[in-house]
């Protein structure tokens, strides 16, 4: 069965989508991008929507009821490449101890036309 997860911990869905989806022992996070709980972009450079990233991906998981510990893969969207040793600097604050299976690719452009997006795949406990 398919359990459909939001937090208002979290930016709103910014279109036809959920924040997450879990099915079975799986939770699916959509792309978290730098946005306040409140819809607005973060201020600051890569090192804050980073920062701003990884807070909206901790609510979306404890909503699920998962952790950065149970996360088995991320895929990261940057959209600039130069910015990548920026980037993994502060995933590595999230990601210590356990490092799940990732992706990183550079794209054209992002939506709101945020400096990187995040999304995960977690067990749920």
Do not use: W
């Not at 990233?53 to 959209?79: M, P, Q």
């Not at 210590?96 to 997006?117: Q, T």
């Amino acid at each position: 069965m398919m359990r459909v997860v939001s937090t208002n911990n979290a930016p709103a869905a910014i279109g036809p989508y959920s924040q997450g989806i879990i099915i079975n022992n799986l939770f699916y996070s959509s792309g978290q991008i730098p946005l306040t709980p409140e819809g607005d972009i973060v201020s600051g450079g890569v090192v804050e929507q980073t920062h701003q990233v990884f807070r909206n991906l901790k609510a979306v998981l404890e909503e699920a009821g998962a952790s950065f510990e149970t996360v088995v893969k991320t895929t990261v969207f940057i959209k600039n490449m130069d910015d990548f040793a920026t980037i993994n600097e502060v995933y590595a604050e999230y990601f210590s101890a356990h490092k799940p299976a990732r992706s990183c690719v550079e794209v054209a452009r992002l939506p709101k036309d945020v400096l990187l997006e995040i999304e995960v795949i977690a067990l749920v406990k």
